[in-house]
């Protein structure tokens, strides 16, 4: 059956005139959305650190944001390459400057070391926030202990954490399992003669097994092979059909034949990958990263792809059968390619790494940040390629506003999250770069550092399953309506480059002052509409009548 093309999907199909870009940033700043500023404050914040290493690391280079100690602050985990990787935590002030503080995490020196990203996932259902670190050699499974402290499980979880060079992570929880499933996307197989041409290392997926005592372990690993040399992976309900599938983005450069991968996860069955003969087609791109989101409110997401060269947005084909993996490309027609530097002399094509939707102007609109960077020195591809910040307009187009930002510098980006972590309603962003300090961004809105200025109304939703094997509630879909304008988020562990977050799922109101809000839990079922007051932190327990307050101090 043909899918029904919404008002919004056609909008989104069409072609936009008005995504040429103005020849100067003056001359667009008259033509854009609101416009946030950021103010680089890494160093002032005390958030010194490092990704760096030899040719293993010009990939990675990841952040896990997320609340390690209970107070509801977004913490940062920062891989380091061949240096240590270290967690911060936030001690900023609410609505003040960004600050943070170095503190032990409780790994042994060689264990925060070759790391390449990080994920904060809850793997043992006891509601404390865990990470699973992405290494050069074995991955690591860490039980947070509540206090910014953690412990390797992975021989308390029968987990063999490998010596592939991990560089992607995604988890769901598969119908009717109470833990969750873990994908490992691997790179190049160093072991294997004439490395690295040709020589992608398979994917792994770990599927829990309880044992008796009703603890859980991960003994087995299946093997998802071919591998494509994966920089991103993503746990995805792409057809609406409650069951996940695993998207996989590839670097093409180290395999012969290699391209984008999609796998299906059928509940207690091995997964397979969709081929010609199910309708997927073949996309070959240099893939780096993956973000996600519902743009038209349909159901179903849009992919956008970083690659080596441009970006990819992929729209399930309105003209297709729902059930039939086929994308059409609508990058182009909304401003999206983001192919070259918007700043600089420097012609050549971008490199880009880390993708995520948010709303960094509180419009009610997703914009889309990328993290850019050149490999390390290759003469075909931008040295200098400063991150995109890609702002989401009326007419369903985008519009750069990296310059207009603020956030342009001269560095080689990797990883990177947005997240508010001054919990003032404004969406701040680090980014790590390779070879050169991380970037630590405040969001002042339209003001400046000395008089930060709100830009639209905002909410800040947590939502939560008491009891649940699946507290945190990963593949629920949270739904936010102001008025006639509806926006959706999925909560998800995965995507981006080498980095995730789990904290408050931010949500631009524009100037409405309430807002009702919905949940689709992860087993399908709908909550009942929360009416909320904008500018707030709200907790929605599953069942709860009402919504409740954070009120960070």
Known sequence: MTRTVSSVSALLACTLAASVLPATASEREMSLAPVPGFVEEAQAAGLAHVYDGAWEYFVGGGVAIFDCDGDRRPDLFLAGGKNPSQLFKNVSPTGGELAFSGVESGL????????????????????ILDLVLLRLGENLLLKGQGDCTFEVANRALAFDGGRAWTTAFSATYEPGSEYPTLAFGNYVDRSQPGAPWGTCHDNSLFRPEKSEGGTVAYPEPIRLSPGYCALSILFTDWNRSGEPSL?????????????EQLWAVPPNRPPRPYRKTDGWQHLKIWGMGIASVDLDVDGFPEYALTSMGDTKLQKLDVESDETVPVYQDIAFDLGLTAHRPYAGEDLKPSTGWHSEFQ????????????????????????????????????????????????IGLDRRGRGAGLADFNSDGLLDLVVVNRAAPVSLFRNVGQGNAAAPQPLGNWLAVDIRQPGSANSRAIGAKISVKT??????????????????????AHFGLGVAERANVRIKWPDGDWSHAYRVF????????????????????
């Open 108 to 127: 042994a020196q060689k264990q925060s070391e070759k790391v390449l990203g990080a994920y904060p996932i809850d793997f043992d259902n006891d509601d």
């Open 247 to 259: 998207r996989v983005s590839n670097d093409r450069h180290y395999y012969r034949g290699g391209q």
């Open 359 to 406: 709303d960094v102007n509180n419009d009610g609109l997703w914009d889309l940040f990328i993290a850019k960077g050149n490999v390390e020195a290759m003469p075909d591809f931008a040295a200098f390629d400063p991150d995109n910040l890609l702002i989401g307009q009326w007419d369903g187009g985008f519009r750069e506003a990296g310059d207009l930002s603020g």
């Open 483 to 504: 008025g006639n304008h509806t926006i959706v988020k999925d909560i998800q562990i995965g995507a981006g480059h080498a980095s995730g977050q789990l904290t408050f």
């Open 534 to 553: 904008a500018n707030s932190h709200v907790i929605i327990e599953r069942g709860s009548e009402k919504a409740r307050l954070w009120y960070p101090e």
